[in-house]
Nanobody, 122 residues
Framework: VQLQASGGGLVQAGGSLKLSCAAS????????MGWFRQAPGKGREFVAH????????LYTDSVKGRFTISRDNAKNTVYLQMNSLKPEDTAVYYC????????????????WGQGTLVTVSS
């Protein structure tokens, strides 16, 4: 499956952005979908995951209550709505697809998008 992330940009602290990740290739509904991020000089960090049917979600503690992951299987797209953004949310955000393994673990993901840059100014 091929993944294409979009929607990043520059936003002031307290603002909002909505990231999208469009999938093509194999059946999108076969995959759990996740968002990771990588800040400058740091490793790739789990942000959020949504199950194949959308009924289960998981978030890292630092984004709970601010970010919402969702998916539209009819459009082969997963979204990440980011509200109340903070400067520490600045990173390249990646979407990824998995079929098994812990949803918050990097090695569980089989396919990755190219990343989209989110910059939050203070």
């Amino acid at each position: 499956v091929q993944l294409q992330a979009s929607g990043g940009g520059l936003v002031q602290a307290g603002g909002s952005l909505k990231l999208s990740c469009a999938a093509s290739g194999r059946a999108f509904e076969d995959y759990g979908m996740g968002w990771f991020r990588q800040a400058p000089g740091k490793g790739r960090e789990f942000v959020a995951h949504i199950s194949w049917g959308g009924g289960s979600t998981l978030y890292t503690d630092s984004v709970k209550g601010r970010f919402t992951i969702s998916r539209d299987n009819a459009k082969n797209t997963v979204y990440l709505q980011m509200n109340s953004l903070k400067p520490e949310d600045t990173a390249v955000y990646y979407c990824a697809a998995r079929t098994g393994g812990p949803p918050n673990a990097y090695p569980s993901y089989d396919y990755w998008g190219q990343g989209t840059l989110v910059t939050v100014s203070s």
